[in-house]
């Protein structure tokens, strides 16, 4: 038996603030049974912000939680104690809205999901302005062509 036909064993991630926010941001997502490519984006720059694993296994196991045919990992105690701002929330808040805006244009699913992302961190709706304001005074694209979504990823991905 080689290594490459030993099985492997899923370890699904850690019970934690970012799986239960990443987690919450899906549900939203899937609520129209379906995920586009403007939110699959704005996924994929939220669970690299909140380091969630990309691997299939991990993906998979995130959908079935979200679409409630697996147990939630989480306690409500230990969710009530996630409930204040931690440092890094309003970042990875930018980052989907950076994604969202980037075809400047904010459909009701990507809405959606700011809107759950707005009220899992406690995100105030000046502090949204503001947040907005500021990605909207970028340039849309850079002066090698990149657009806004590319260089956050570049910068998320170091």
């Known amino acids: 038996m080689s290594i490459d ?3 492997t064993t899923f370890q699904p991630p850690e019970p934690s603030r970012g799986l239960h926010l990443y987690l919450k941001t899906l549900e939203v997502a899937l609520n129209d049974e379906r995920i586009t490519l403007d939110e ?3 996924l994929s720059l939220v669970s690299r912000s909140l380091n969630i694993p990309s691997d299939p296994e991990t993906i998979e196991y995130c959908l079935s939680v979200a679409r409630s045919q697996r147990a939630s990992p989480f306690d409500e105690d230990e969710v009530e104690s996630w409930d204040s701002r931690q440092q890094g929330d309003l970042a990875m808040y930018q980052a989907a809205l950076i994604a969202a805006l980037d075809d400047d ?3 009701t699913d990507e809405m959606a999901i700011i809107e759950a ?5 406690g995100v105030q709706r000046h502090e949204h302005a503001l947040i907005e304001e500021a990605i909207r005074a970028t340039a849309t694209e850079d002066e090698q062509g990149r657009r806004r979504v590319d260089r956050l990823n570049a910068f998320i991905t170091g």
């Not at 992302?117 to 961190?121: N, R, S, W």
């Open 5 to 7: 036909d030993a099985p």
């Open 40 to 42: 699959a984006i704005i």
């Open 105 to 107: 244009v904010i459909s």
């Open 117 to 121: 992302l707005q009220e899992a961190l």
